[in-house]
Nanobody, 127 residues
């Protein structure tokens, strides 16, 4: 059973940085497409960044140039480095994974495509 465990997050002032981690032993292989989503309220989750098993990355426009998604298969961990944080980045962040090779691994995929989710971690950015 694949159950990613998230860590990181917290509170930071505007302009600061945080790094989120998403760990799961299955991520030691390149079989999984891993995405980061965030939920502000109302249950809607918006995509932030996606990384493929080959390391290919795609981002939401709001994240480009500020966030970096990476993976270390030797540590079975995917990271989301968030720099130049803004108050509007405040949200609960989730990592999600999918191993369906028939679906493209890129930003824009429906969150319902991802069957495995981390527990979520809060990020609060104050002005």
């Amino acid at each position: 059973r694949v159950e990613p465990v998230q860590s990181g997050g917290g509170s930071v002032q505007s302009g600061g940085s945080l790094r989120l981690s998403c760990s799961e032993t299955a991520f030691s292989s390149s079989d999984y497409c891993v995405a980061w989503f965030r939920e502000v309220g109302g249950g809607l989750r918006e995509g932030v960044a996606v990384i493929g098993g080959d390391g290919t990355t795609t981002y939401a426009m709001s994240a480009k140039g500020r966030f970096t998604v990476s993976r270390d298969n030797t540590k079975s961990t995917v990271y989301l480095q968030m720099d130049s944080l803004k108050p509007e980045d405040t949200a609960v962040y989730y990592c999600a994974a999918d191993s369906n090779p028939l679906l493209p691994c890129r930003y824009g995929r429906d969150p319902r495509d991802f069957g495995v989710w981390g527990q979520g971690t809060e990020v609060t950015v104050s002005s």
